[in-house]
């Protein structure tokens, strides 16, 4: 079983920068794809970014459309840990963020269905 603790989140201005993290613990996976999804009140748990290696020297970065150019997600691989840089927040970025995991390579973004293991959630909220 994979235990993912996350950190960071918090409140910001619009135009701000947050940094979220995540670790996982106890069972971990030679490939995997590790990232984030949100959530608001009332709707679905949406995909923001992913990372994911197969074991060799390379890893692959797959965003959602609303966050490209703004968020960067990067990882130790070997330690089974990533963090999210956000930049120029906006209002609509707040939400519930999740940190992911799922056992497998992925070479596109996956649904929330897909994922194995979820932490226990970090909220965000950006101020206008």
């Known amino acids: 079983q994979v235990l993912l603790v996350e950190s960071g989140g918090g409140l910001v201005q619009a135009g701000g920068s947050l940094r979220l993290s995540c670790a996982a613990s106890?069972?971990?996976?030679?490939?995997?794809?590790m990232g984030w999804f949100r959530q608001n009140p009332g709707k679905e748990r949406e995909f923001v970014a992913a990372?994911?290696?197969?074991?060799?020297?390379?890893?692959?970065?797959y965003y959602a459309d609303s966050v490209k150019g703004r968020f960067t997600i990067s990882s130790d691989n070997a330690k089974m840990a990533m963090s999210m840089q956000m930049n120029s927040l906006k209002p609509e970025d707040t939400a519930v963020y999740y940190c992911a995991a799922d056992p497998s390579f992925w070479t596109s973004p996956q649904p929330a269905s897909r994922i194995r293991a979820w932490g226990q959630g970090t909220q965000v909220t950006v101020s206008s």
């Open positions: 990372i994911t290696w197969n074991g060799g020297p390379t890893s692959y970065a």
């Open positions: 106890g069972r971990t996976f030679g490939k995997y794809a």
